[in-house]
């Protein structure tokens, strides 16, 4: 049987296919088409911190925020289904992607919350949930994103050291690989169905300020 915590390799993913899953509906929030391009100006970040139905609400939710949609990034096979990805064979981990004004919010504000809402040293879980689906990712889209990620990553792990947590953070860094977008069905989903499940849950410890 195959350990869904074990990152599948390249030569065993599905195959997936070649045609995109395009969004059918906007955001039910911010009436945005979930595909568009991000406007000139903004910015676009793309978060893992477990199941992406509670982690898409916290950002939403987050003043500054101009759109929010979620998908799957991070692994090998192309245009997966939920199904597939739920099978831990398609090496991809759920994520939100983020489109933000910077003159309204910053990415340190949205790191903040990021690093406060879920444990980023679980590895292929969090929490109840398991799975390589399920891992801690920041994918960057600029440089300066880049260094902001790193540099608020060594100062959660300091935060978690001077509280007595010796665990090391697992989070994964690095400019962002291909986004493939979930299911309607997945989109705005507590929202929609507003005592569906959320898996959020930190470790009570603050990012440190820079």
């Known amino acids: 049987m195959m350990d869904k915590q074990q990152m599948i390799s390249p030569e065993s993913a599905l195959t997936g296919r070649s045609t995109p899953l395009i969004p059918s509906e906007p955001h039910v929030l911010f009436g945005t088409q979930l595909n568009a391009p991000v406007p000139t100006g903004m910015e676009e970040v793309v978060l893992g911190m477990g199941c992406f139905w509670g982690a898409e609400r916290l950002f939403w939710r987050q003043p500054g925020v101009l759109n929010t949609a979620v998908g799957y990034s991070g692994g090998y096979t192309p245009n997966p289904t ?107 989903y507590l929202e929609k169905n507003p005592q569906g499940y959320c898996g959020l849950g930190g470790t009570g410890i603050c990012l440190p300020p820079q």
Not at 123 to 135: E, F, L, P, S, W
Not at 146 to 172: M, P
């Open 82 to 188: 939920y199904q597939e990805v739920c099978t831990g064979q398609t090496g991809h981990t759920e994520v939100v992607r983020v489109v933000f004004d910077p003159s309204q919010t910053s990415l340190e504000n949205l790191l903040a919350q990021f690093w406060e809402n879920h444990d980023p040293t679980q590895g292929m879980r969090q929490g109840n949930d398991i799975g390589t689906q399920y891992r801690s990712v920041i994918f960057t889209t600029n440089d300066s994103q880049q260094s902001q990620a790193e540099n608020s990553k060594a100062r959660y792990q300091t935060a978690l050291q001077e509280n007595h947590r010796e665990a090391v953070i697992t989070t994964e860094i690095k400019p962002a690989p291909a986004f493939f977008f979930a299911e309607d069905d997945h989109q705005q």
